[in-house]
Structure formats: structure tokens, C-alpha cells
């Protein structure tokens, strides 16, 4: 009596189960990348001011969802799904942000255009003038919904659309690097915190969702829903090595501040570009690990050159940001003077300074004060006569290679300064005058204590800045962050004073709120301060040499400027162990060596002394200390070479994965003996190169149409039948039936001789997406023939 394979038996005439329609899953497949993209989104709380902005943006995402899972819903091709949810994103935004300008109130039109692209200048013109967080205006708004919208249909397209939910992971990153890169203290662990759990809700609807149209397929109603532990297992694996990796790259990756992330370490994606943006961007220049975005001058000053960028004025609002003034500009053209110039009786000093500043991004211009013409510069500038500071009309924020200023400096002394009285009322705009009406108490008791016992604009002045370098004061980076107050506006500054801790920043604001309590007018100027010589001359006008110097990212620096009439604005530096002390405003006590050293020639400082700072003051920290470029040069070139390394890890991860499946198959095949390897390894194969089984197929006729499909030559289609035939024996056999010495053998010489057919029947980028991309990994593109486990098992008969 042998054993052979039962026929299938004839079943009875019963109506065919309806294939059921799984929409459902479709529309909350959409529904969870919305929501994942959102949970995103709230880290962007921070650089944004407030939560206004999330009701907007949760509208967005909706839309965007909708529209995908409609397009679905109504079987439209694969490649229009995400041009349905574009669609719906555009629709959505002309309601919320141009329903006016539109036909119908929704639909788009030549003036929703317009209106969309001023919206966007908006958007720019507050990311050139306000520190985060940013007020989330309209136009900002309008930005945010558009980027997060558009990420969210790339989310919804590689989770729902291609079933590839461990990818989506990409767009959700992307979320995340805004806050990253901007925000003083990172994502944060809140934030971070909500990403992961919007991950790992992607991963957990895909595996539901392939387990819904797996059943659905069998026409099965009866067949739970819920994913088998293999799946279960699989979708958490892949979210906790995902979370585990966003924790540990970090170590690995150049340029992050101490600490781990999420939570106290920045992403310095943007080391190659360092444009200044004012104010709180100074502690995240100040903070990085290494000297990025050099910029070169030139000059024949005599003096520490300041490269000037931007003024702060407005000190009476709860947040400070410089104001473009754009009523007030002129045309840059001609002569440049300054508004309430200085008493003639004050000497000037002419000074031409060569600037190159190609990873230098912003619409102000590095000049030194105060510029009385500008050479060199392509499109249109304009210039404040009364801050003179020089703004791109275009609000354009390209590096520049190089540009020649001259500049037309007072020569102030400390007995000109001190025989000058106080400013009269009307000799400055109030805008340099005015403080909050609620100014705290601590502000006021601090400046009285400070120029107790002064007589005059001048010794007020000194007293200040005395009392600010003094002993109670340490100049500190990491202070600021752990303090809270790691940014700017009148409460940040009284946190400041009552830690006597901080940076540039918190100095100069401190210095020029409190000469405004006491009767000076004052201003914070934002620039670079004077830098490194490198050594290198430039031909100047004349014959003349110009000594070359540097600055960096951790020379970005604030610093006071007082009102004195008749000598107009002069600089002062309270700020330890950072920039120059002028001559004029150092303490009559110390010694003329250390007066002398304050307003050194710069050809001096190839290899400068430590700054004049007073005897008690503390000697500067290691870190705090600019690092020479020559240390750095590398950097950019680091950062280059990790980004390749990620890449191609992200490359070769599946091909490694797939790799390391083969070899456990063969391994246990070789210590089996068992056929199921084997065949597994030979559809997964198939599947690779582009050869998709049908739903219904049985392992005959999957071999069959394979090797009329690939055109297989007889060698590997008698592999392949052979796999086929010992798969067959050993899955449908009786168990009660002759041992393994009576099936046929399976050897995994025929899976190497059908790779080598299979590859030899596709072309060149079938080959390369079977290594790097191979379909067999990945749940929602593999199929094939029905397993023998899914089977009802075939009943063996017995032959006379």
C-alpha cells in the first residue's frame, strides 16, 4: 500500500464568499498617519510661540488623510493617491488662509496664487526679524501647514499606499529635525517621547492592516483580526530598533552638545552655513563643539575691528527682535552718514575692511561701525541712517564671496567721554529710551546698586560695566540652558540677574536696560567680535597691506552701545573673558600696560594675550575658548563622511537582512534535511526578481507559470521541480508513510542553480532592486503560493 496525494474532493454547488472590501483599514491606516505626524508636530512648540497654531495644522493633516483614503476607497491608481491627498492639502489650505480669493471659497484661483505667495514673504520677513519662538503669524502658519502637509502625504504614501510602514519613519524624522536643529535644548524628551509612539502606531495599523487583507483574500470572515505573534513581534522589533538607533546615533555623529538625546544635544546639520540669526542663535553658535563657518576681513585698522551685523533697540516688549524699519531705509547709494553724527571736535579714523563671508547666510550685512560707503555687493541693499545697519531689499540670504567697506570710526577717549553731559530728551528716538512700564523690581534695585557713588553719563557707564565683570558674574554657556532663560526679553534678563550667569547676550541687554533706567539711551549691537589674525596680508588702495583675520561660529557676540551727545554711539564691553575693552572704557585704576592692551594694534594679536579683564574677574574656561580654524577644517568634511556612512547603511541594511535569512535557511537545512528551507528560499527568490505568485496558487502551479514566465532552461527548471517535489512529499505525505529514505532528497545546489537562472532572466535594475530593495522583506509586496500550514490537509488513499 503506498501513499499518494489525495485528489482534491468535488465540493457541492454553495454561492462563492464575497471578497470583503477593507476600506475600513484603508481610512484608518490614513487616520494613524495623521495622527503620527501630529504627535510630530507638537515638538515644533518652542520654536513656534503657543499652541494656536495646532488647530490649524490638525485640519491640515485631516485633509490631507481624507483625501488619500478616498482616493483608495474609489480604486484609483497607486501613483494618484498621493496626488489626491496634494489636492486635498491645497484645497484645505486656500479655506483657511484665501478662502476670499478663491472661486467658490475653495477653490483655487490666480489670486489664492498671490496671495499664497505673500503669505510666504511673510513667513520670511518674521524668520529674518523675530527669535524663537517665533509669533505663529499667518503667514508661518500658512508654512507650517504647507511643509507638515506635504510630509504627511509622503508618510501616508510609503505606510498605507505602498505598505511600507517601517519606511514612513523618514518623513516622521523630518518632522523632528526642525526643533533639532533650532531649538536650544532639542526635541526634548516630551517630544520625542510622542514621535516614538506615532512610530510605533504606524507600524502596529500596517501589521493590522496586512493581517485585515490577508483575511480578506481567503474570503474568511471567521479568521481573527488580529496579527499573529510573528507579526506582532516582527512590527515591534523594528519600532524598538528604530527608537534604540534615534538614541544612539547621537553618540556617533559629530557635532552634538553634551548630553543625550533627545534632551540636551542639537543636531548641527547646518555647520556649513552660519548666518546670524539675532539673538538666541548666539548660544547655539557659542555652543558648538567646533568652530564652524569661517569668515575672513581685512583691514588697516589700527583697532579691534567688530563686524556689525544688526541692532537691537526695542527693549520694552516681553520679546526683542531687531526691526527692519523699512519706512526709515535708503537706497544704498552714495555716502552713508549716520543720523546725529558727532561733534566735529572728535577725530575719525578711516578704515577699509575686505569681508569674505561665503558660509556666512543672512539678509544683514557684516560691516564695521559705522560704514560711510560699500563696494563689491550684487542686487539691492538698503541702509538705517539712524542704527546703520545694511539690509538686502530682497530679504535675500546668500552667502557673500567678497565686498570692501568703508568705514568712518570716532576716535573717543575717556576724558572727551567724561566731560560730556547727560543726553537731552529729545537727542534720540524714544524707541532708545523706552522701558517696560512693568520693569521688575531686580532690575531697578540692580542698576541703582551699580552706579552708586557715579557722577555722570560716563562713570554711570564704567560703573556698569565694572559691575558686570565683576567677581559675582560668570560667564557660562551651559548656565543659561539649565537656568530656563536661555533666550531673550525682559524676563530672561531678570532670571539672569539673579543667577549671575550667562553669555554675551545677557550681558549687553543687561548693561543697556540698566543705562536706560539710569537716564542713557542705549542699543545692542550683534555681530562677530574681532576674531584670530591668520597670519596672511591682502594688497589694500595705495600699496597698502591689509592684515587678514578670522572669526568663527563661537565668535558671534552682543555688546552695549551707549548715547553720549556730541559723541554719538560708543561701544561698550561688559561681557568677561570675551571680545576687546576699549581704551576709553577701561577703569582709570588699572595700570597703563593693561589700558594699553585693551585697544591693542590687531597686527598684534597673531598671538594675542588673554583680554583685559579686572583683577577679580575669572580667567576663562577651556571651552568657552575659541577653537583655531586649523583644528576645525575637518569638520565639514566629518560631517560629509557620516552622512555617507548613514546612507549607506540605509542602503545595505536590507540587503544584509536578506543575506543573514539565506543563511539560516541553508544552515538549517543542512542539519535537517527538511525541504521547507529550501522552497522558501526558492519562492522568496521568485519573489525578489520580480516573479509574484497568485493568491490561489499551490506550490505546482506556482512552479509551473514561474518557469514559463522566467523562461527557465532546463537545468533550472528540473531544480525547481525537484524543490517543488520534496516540498510536496514532505508538507502533504502521510506522516504514517515511509521515512525520509523515501522522499525525494532536497539539495540547496538547485536554489543556487535557480538564482542563477532567475538572474539571468531579468534586466540590470531588476538585479540591483532584488540585492538592495528585495521584495521577499517586506510583508506587503510578498506573495505567494498558498503555505501548506494555511491548507485544509489533503486525506492520503491507499492503491492496491
Known amino acids: 500500500m503506498t501513499a499518494t496525494l489525495a485528489p482534491p474532493e468535488p465540493r457541492q454547488s454553495e454561492p462563492r464568499p464575497r471578497r470583503r472590501r477593507t476600506g475600513d483599514a484603508q481610512w484608518v491606516g490614513g487616520a494613524v498617519c495623521a495622527a503620527a505626524v501630529l504627535l510630530c508636530a507638537l515638538s515644533i512648540h518652542g520654536v513656534l510661540d503657543g499652541f494656536a497654531w495646532v488647530w490649524p495644522l490638525g485640519t491640515a493633516l485631516a485633509a490631507v488623510a481624507a483625501g488619500t483614503a478616498l482616493a483608495r476607497w474609489f480604486r484609483l491608481p497607486t501613483a494618484l493617491v498621493p496626488a489626491a491627498g ?64 506635504l510630509i504627511a502625504v509622503l508618510v501616508d504614501t510609503l505606510a498605507v499606499t505602498l505598505r511600507m510602514p517601517a519606511a514612513s519613519g523618514f518623513g516622521l524624522f523630518t518632522v523632528l529635525l526642525v526643533p533639532a536643529i533650532i531649538k536650544p535644548q532639542s526635541v526634548g524628551v516630551a517630544g520625542f517621547t510622542a514621535a516614538a509612539a506615532g512610530y510605533l502606531l504606524i507600524l502596529a495599523a500596517g501589521t493590522w492592516q496586512e493581517r485585515r487583507e490577508r483575511c480578506a483574500a481567503h474570503a474568511a470572515p471567521d479568521v481573527p483580526t488580529r496579527p499573529s505573534g510573528a507579526q506582532a513581534a516582527g512590527a515591534a522589533g523594528i519600532g524598538a530598533a528604530a527608537v534604540v538607533a534615534a538614541l544612539l546615533v547621537s553618540l556617533a555623529i559629530p557635532g552634538f552638545n553634551a548630553g543625550a538625546f533627545p534632551q540636551g544635544a542639537r543636531f548641527n546639520f547646518l555647520n556649513g552655513s552660519t548666518g546670524l540669526n539675532p539673538v538666541v542663535s548666539l548660544g547655539n553658535d557659542l555652543r558648538q563643539p567646533t568652530a564652524t563657518g569661517r569668515i575672513t576681513y581685512a583691514t588697516d585698522s589700527t583697532r579691534p575691528v567688530y563686524l556689525r551685523s544688526t541692532t537691537l533697540e526695542d527693549f520694552s516688549g516681553t520679546r526683542w527682535a531687531p526691526d527692519t524699519r523699512e519706512n526709515e531705509r535708503k537706497s544704498l547709494a552714495g555716502e552713508m552718514a549716520p543720523a546725529g553724527s558727532a561733534d566735529p571736535a572728535i577725530p ?353 502551479s506556482y512552479a509551473e507559470h514561474l518557469g514559463s514566465q522566467a523562461g527557465l532552461p532546463q537545468p533550472a527548471a528540473n531544480a525547481l521541480a525537484r524543490l517543488r517535489a520534496a516540498y510536496e512529499a514532505e508538507a502533504y505525505a502521510d506522516p504514517a508513510g515511509p521515512g525520509p529514505a523515501g522522499k525525494p532528497p532536497a539539495d540547496w545546489q538547485d536554489v543556487e542553480t535557480l538564482r542563477t537562472a532567475l538572474r539571468a532572466s531579468v534586466t540590470v535594475p531588476a538585479r540591483l532592486r532584488a540585492v538592495f530593495v528585495p521584495a521577499s522583506l517586506f510583508p506587503a509586496q510578498r506573495t505567494g503560493p498558498t503555505p501548506a500550514a494555511s491548507r485544509e490537509p489533503a486525506k492520503p488513499s491507499s492503491r492496491r
Not at 95 to 124: C, E, K, N, Y
Not at 653 to 673: F, N
Request: with cysteine.
Open 348 to 700: 575719525t579714523e578711516t578704515v577699509r575692511t575686505l569681508i569674505s563671508s561665503p558660509s556666512y547666510a543672512s539678509p544683514w550685512l557684516l560691516a564695521p561701525y559705522a560704514p560711510s560707503s560699500v563696494s563689491g555687493l550684487d542686487g539691492a541693499w538698503t541702509w538705517d541712517p539712524t542704527t546703520m545697519t545694511i539690509l538686502s531689499g530682497s530679504g535675500s540670504s546668500e552667502p557673500r564671496s567678497g565686498y570692501e567697506v568703508v568705514s568712518e570710526s570716532p576716535v573717543v577717549t575717556s576724558e572727551a567721554l567724561s566731560g560730556l553731559r547727560a543726553a537731552h530728551a529729545d537727542a534720540v528716538e524714544p524707541r532708545f529710551t523706552d522701558l517696560p512700564g512693568d520693569l521688575p523690581q531686580i532690575i531697578r534695585d540692580t542698576a541703582r546698586e551699580a552706579v552708586a557713588g557715579a557722577d555722570g553719563p560716563y562713570a554711570q557707564a564704567l560703573a556698569l560695566q565694572s559691575y558686570l565683570r565683576g567677581p559675582q558674574f560668570d560667564y557660562s554657556l551651559e548656565a543659561p540652558v539649565e537656568g530656563g532663560y536661555d533666550g531673550n526679553g525682559i524676563g530672561v534678563l531678570s532670571r539672569f540677574l539673579e543667577q549671575k550667569s550667562g553669555y554675551c547676550i545677557h550681558f549687553a541687554s543687561a548693561m543697556a536696560v540698566m543705562a536706560r533706567e539710569v537716564g542713557i539711551p542705549s542699543r545692542m549691537g550683534l555681530g562677530y567680535a574681532p576674531g584670530r589674525a591668520t597670519g596672511n596680508t591682502l594688497p589694500g588702495p595705495d600699496g597698502t597691506e591689509l592684515d587678514e583675520y578670522a572669526v568663527d561660529a563661537r565668535d558671534a557676540h552682543a555688546w552695549p552701545e551707549l548715547y553720549f551727545e556730541g559723541a554719538g554711539w560708543v561701544r561698550f564691553e561688559p561681557t568677561p573673558s570675551r571680545g576687546v575693552v576699549p581704551s576709553y572704557a577701561v577703569q582709570r585704576q588699572q595700570n597703563a600696560a593693561s589700558a594699553a592692551q585693551a585697544d591693542a594694534d590687531p597686527r598684534d594679536m597673531r598671538n594675542p594675550a588673554p583680554p583685559v579683564l579686572p583683577s577679580a574677574a575669572p580667567e576663562p574656561d577651556a571651552q568657552s575658548q575659541p577653537l583655531e580654524p586649523g583644528e576645525t577644517a575637518a569638520a565639514p568634511w566629518a560631517g560629509v563622511g557620516i552622512g555617507l556612512l548613514v546612507a549607506g547603511a540605509a542602503v545595505l541594511t536590507p540587503w544584509a537582512l536578506r543575506r543573514r535569512r539565506t543563511g539560516l535557511r541553508r544552515s538549517e537545512h543542512a542539519g535537517s534535511g527538511r525541504a521547507a528551507p529550501a522552497w522558501s528560499e526558492a519562492t522568496d527568490l521568485a519573489q525578489d526578481f520580480g516573479y509574484h505568485a497568485r493568491t490561489a496558487d499551490s506550490p505546482r
Open 86 to 149: 496634494m489636492a486635498a492639502l491645497a484645497l484645505i489650505l486656500t479655506v483657511m488662509f484665501s478662502a476670499d480669493a478663491a472661486f467658490l471659497g475653495i477653490l483655487p484661483t490666480g489670486a489664492t496664487l498671490g496671495r499664497a505667495q505673500a503669505l510666504l514673504s511673510a513667513a520670511q520677513t518674521t524668520v529674518i526679524t523675530q527669535v524663537i519662538p517665533v509669533n505663529p503669524d499667518a503667514g508661518v502658519v500658512f508654512v507650517a501647514c504647507l511643509a507638515v502637509g
